[in-house]
């Protein structure tokens, strides 16, 4: 069985490890075009898909960090909805979660 500590242990490492790959993303989108026109062209479709997933990154940062904050108010596993207590199979599968499985599938 999964402790509460060890729940906080891996979103703390995810979330470190998402603030790498963000700083990562924005020191390549800052790095100046080429000269040349086609790879300006490529580069672009590449900032697009490097933008996307900083977006992506940036709203599991949001979620880790709220998942973290629930666990310092002792409401971590508790259904932000509903207020029933999240199955550890859901929250194994996506730790920070606010939601259990029947709230999250609009139930």
Do not use: W
């Not at 790959?21 to 900032?47: H, K």
């Not at 992506?56 to 207590?85: F, K, W």
């Amino acid at each position: 069985m999964t402790t509460i500590d060890d729940r906080k242990a891996g979103l703390e490492a995810r979330l470190t490890e998402l603030q790498g790959r963000l700083v990562r993303i924005e020191d390549e989108l800052e790095q100046p075009a080429s000269d040349n026109f086609s790879e300006q062209a490529t580069e672009r479709e590449d900032d697009q898909v490097l933008e996307d997933l900083g977006a992506s990154g940036a709203q599991e940062i949001r979620m880790i960090e709220a998942a973290l904050d629930r666990i310092r108010r002792g409401t971590y596993g508790i259904c932000a909805n509903c207020g029933e207590v999240i199955e550890a199979k859901r929250l194994d599968t996506v730790p920070a979660t606010p939601l259990c499985a029947d709230c999250a599938a609009g139930r």
